[in-house]
């Protein structure tokens, strides 16, 4: 990238591994027998999903198959009856009546195979849609459903990107088992005919393609190190690139000149994603070679056992011919097996990720209690809790006790890092203290059902989401209530919003995504006025507002105040901010440092307390 004058190349971007507490490749303790004893897993695995999701679209399959199988041994059968017709004696004509019976059969069989192969198809693309959105939306479902401390832990964004490849093998995983097993079927039948024919030239095929087979699963473990090694990058890359076009930084990227830096960025980190991917080709190409070399070998030899078999009188010509076609069909139901074997084995490995991760989502999904909370939120206690980010060496919250009841205003303040919106994600019970109690009316929220929680809550976060969603939908998030939209015109009333609305192409309808045809966009204040009016539309027992007005104007500030005031006697309020003016409003101030509360009270007593509020309120108004 260019540099200017007194400037210097940027450094590429760190070298990342997959890698984290629960990441285990696995491939690394897997010898090359327990990786082929995946292939029968793999396969059942695939036949449970299907028949879970369409019984008869398998049966078809199933019936498919066997036809395929059967079409291919009455094949080899009827062309050694019309090899014996060809190559026997008489007028050519007579010979070929003969072997028009044989001809015909070998016809319809040909005719049922092929349909039966279309109706495989048509059964394939029933099911695979349908098995590749479940594989997806369980991923989405397991993510979801994690705690929101586990999304802090080492590894845990690099395991989810590992899982998504899971999803992208399993729209191919229904055609390359059934096309694995249509072959099993084809070798096995025309393998029985080849042994009738003699028993020598079954065991040298076989020879022919096992080598074949031992390299395909070696290809694919070392395409499964190469994809391993990458995920840490890719991970990184995937999120640089969505950075990098999004709409929503092209101000910042362009006025700050940082298209040259992301471009080289991302082209570093592709080069080295690209390196790793062609070390590894010197690899496969060994691999190829020696078995394609042994496999040749073995398959010169089968060729010259056949001719030395006829030559020396031990076959007949017409059986000759006939070994010639069951010789191919065999060789070419091998090989697929071959390939879709080792796809299959290619699958087993990137389900085992998405499996990996659906166990660690599993394992760190909410293990809380089935108490339901009833009646309002009239008082929630903190006794002495503690938090720590995993990773971490210090406690983001270290032995807060507090109690705030319904009715109550109370604002937290203190510097960046003090803990402000960690406690209040305790106090929410998104997060669990690791020791203390969290309690809502007098019961621990680890008994609480989450839900009974989070219904009763209503947050506006720091980083709160812009949904490309309708107005409406923004406000109500997909929980409408009967009153219709007579509770999201009152939220968004409440909170200034209302004319900018009005102004909409499509008032309430209108979808709030600009990089959407048709969409329309709120400025940075308006979005955080709607992350207030979904707050308020939930009419929550607690209500949570996390630096609520900071990219507000003063009369928006002012309209949100006023509002929290008004509503404040129906719920508790929780309002954490770094300007300072608006916790007047609060009916208590909790002063936050290191994880601990060092200050409480008024707006007034603590302006005049001499401490860290009034030393950070002095510095506000030192302009």
């Known amino acids: 990238m260019p540099v200017g004058a007194g400037r210097v190349a940027p450094p590429p971007p760190a070298e990342l591994r997959y890698g984290g507490k629960y990441s285990k490749n696995p491939l690394e303790e897997a010898a090359f027998a327990a990786m082929v004893r995946r292939l029968p897993s793999v396969l059942s695995r695939t036949a449970r999903m299907a028949w879970a999701i369409d019984r008869q679209a398998v049966l078809l399959l199933a019936g498919c198959q066997l036809a395929v199988g059967a079409g291919a041994a009455v094949q080899l059968t009827a062309t050694a009856h019309a090899m014996r017709a060809v190559f026997g004696t008489g007028p050519v004509p007579d010979r070929l009546h003969q072997a028009l019976p044989a001809l015909l059969v070998i016809t319809v069989a040909a005719v049922i195979s092929r349909t039966a192969t279309a109706l495989s198809s048509y059964a394939d693309g029933l099911i695979t849609?349908?098995?590749?959105?479940?594989?997806?939306?369980?991923?989405?479902?397991?993510?979801?459903?994690?705690?929101?401390?586990?999304?802090a832990e080492d590894g845990c964004a690099d395991r989810q990107e590992a899982a998504e490849m899971g999803v992208v093998r399993s729209h191919v995983m229904v055609q390359d088992a059934t096309r694995l097993t249509a072959a099993v079927i084809r070798m096995v039948t025309a393998s029985g005919v080849l042994t009738v024919l003699h028993p020598l030239l079954l065991p040298l095929l076989l020879l022919a393609v096992v080598p074949a087979g031992v390299g395909a699963v070696l290809h694919a473990r070392v395409t499964y190190e190469t994809h391993y090694a990458n995920v840490g990058d890719r991970n990184v890359r995937q999120n640089l690139r969505g950075w990098a076009t999004s709409a929503k930084f092209t101000d910042e990227i362009r006025a700050n000149t940082m298209t040259g830096y992301l471009n080289f960025w991302y082209r570093t980190i592709s080069e080295r994603i690209d390196?790793?991917?062609?070390?590894?080709?010197?690899?496969?190409?060994?691999?190829?070679?020696?078995?394609?070399?042994?496999?040749?070998?073995?398959?010169?030899?089968?060729?010259?056992?056949?001719?030395?078999?006829?030559?020396?009188?031990?076959?007949?010509?017409?059986?000759?011919?006939?070994?010639?076609?069951?010789?191919?069909?065999?060789?070419?139901?091998?090989?697929?097996?071959?390939?879709?074997?080792?796809?299959?084995?290619?699958?087993?490995?990137?389900?085992?990720?998405?499996?990996?991760?659906?166990?660690?989502?599993?394992?760190?999904?909410?293990?809380?209690?089935?108490?339901?909370?009833?009646?309002?939120?009239?008082?929630?206690?903190?006794?002495?809790?503690?938090?720590?980010?995993?990773?971490?060496?210090?406690?983001?919250?270290?032995?807060?006790?507090?109690?705030?009841?319904?009715?109550?205003?109370?604002?937290?303040?203190?510097?960046?890092?003090?803990?402000?919106?960690?406690?209040?994600?305790?106090?929410?019970?998104?997060?669990?203290?690791?020791?203390?109690?969290?309690?809502?009316?007098?019961?621990?929220?680890?008994?609480?059902?989450?839900?009974?929680?989070?219904?009763?809550?209503?947050?506006?976060?720091?980083?709160?989401?812009?949904?490309?969603?309708?107005?409406?939908?923004?406000?109500?998030?997909?929980?409408?209530?009967?009153?219709?939209?007579?509770?999201?015109?009152?939220?968004?009333?409440?909170?200034?919003?209302?004319?900018?609305?009005?102004?909409?192409?499509?008032?309430?309808?209108?979808?709030?995504?600009?990089?959407?045809?048709?969409?329309?966009?709120?400025?940075?204040?308006?979005?955080?006025?709607?992350?207030?009016?979904?707050?308020?539309?939930?009419?929550?027992?607690?209500?949570?507002?996390?630096?609520?007005?900071?990219?507000?104007?003063?009369?928006?500030?002012?309209?949100?105040?006023?509002?929290?005031?008004?509503?404040?006697?129906?719920?508790?309020?929780?309002?954490?901010?770094?300007?300072?003016?608006?916790?007047?409003?609060?009916?208590?101030?909790?002063?936050?440092?290191?994880?601990?509360?060092?200050?409480?009270?008024?707006?007034?007593?603590?302006?005049?307390?001499?401490?860290?509020?009034?030393?950070?309120?002095?510095?506000?108004?030192?302009?």
């Not at 989405?140 to 994690?146: E, M, P």
């Open 129 to 151: 849609p349908v098995l590749t959105t479940e594989a997806d939306s369980s991923l989405v479902a397991a993510v979801c459903r994690i705690e929101a401390a586990a999304r």
């Open 275 to 623: 390196a790793r991917t062609l070390t590894a080709a010197p690899r496969m190409l060994r691999i190829v070679l020696a078995s394609s070399a042994i496999g040749g070998i073995f398959l010169v030899a089968t060729w010259a056992a056949l001719a030395w078999l006829v030559s020396t009188g031990r076959i007949e010509p017409a059986i000759a011919g006939t070994a010639v076609v069951a010789v191919q069909t065999t060789l070419g139901a091998l090989s697929q097996v071959v390939i879709y074997g080792a796809a299959m084995f290619h699958t087993s490995l990137y389900l085992a990720d998405m499996d990996s991760f659906l166990d660690y989502a599993d394992r760190h999904a909410p293990r809380r209690g089935e108490l339901t909370l009833t009646g309002p939120v009239t008082e929630i206690r903190v006794e002495e809790a503690a938090y720590r980010y995993p990773g971490k060496e210090s406690p983001a919250v270290a032995g807060v006790s507090l109690t705030v009841r319904q009715g109550e205003i109370l604002a937290l303040v203190g510097e960046n890092g003090s803990g402000k919106s960690t406690l209040v994600r305790l106090l929410a019970g998104i997060f669990l203290a690791d020791k203390g109690t969290v309690s809502w009316n007098g019961e621990d929220v680890t008994r609480l059902d989450p839900d009974t929680l989070w219904v009763r809550s209503g947050l506006v976060p720091q980083s709160f989401a812009q949904w490309p969603l309708s107005v409406r939908d923004n406000v109500t998030l997909g929980q409408p209530r009967e009153d219709g939209d007579v509770l999201v015109r009152e939220a968004i009333d409440a909170v200034g919003l209302t004319e900018a609305v009005h102004q909409l192409p499509a008032g309430l309808d209108t979808l709030l995504a600009r990089d959407v045809w048709g969409g329309s966009e709120f400025s940075g204040g308006q979005w955080q006025r709607l992350a207030c009016a979904r707050a308020l539309y939930r009419r929550a027992g607690l209500l949570i507002l996390d630096e609520p007005t900071s990219e507000m104007d003063a009369r928006g500030e002012h309209t949100i105040l006023r509002k929290i005031k008004a509503l404040s006697g129906d719920c508790i309020t929780i309002v954490v901010t770094h300007q300072l003016v608006n916790t007047k409003i609060a009916d208590r101030i909790l002063v936050m440092d290191h994880g601990r509360i060092t200050e409480q009270g008024t707006y007034d007593q603590l302006a005049a307390g001499g401490g860290l509020f009034a030393d950070l309120l002095a510095l506000s108004t030192d302009r």
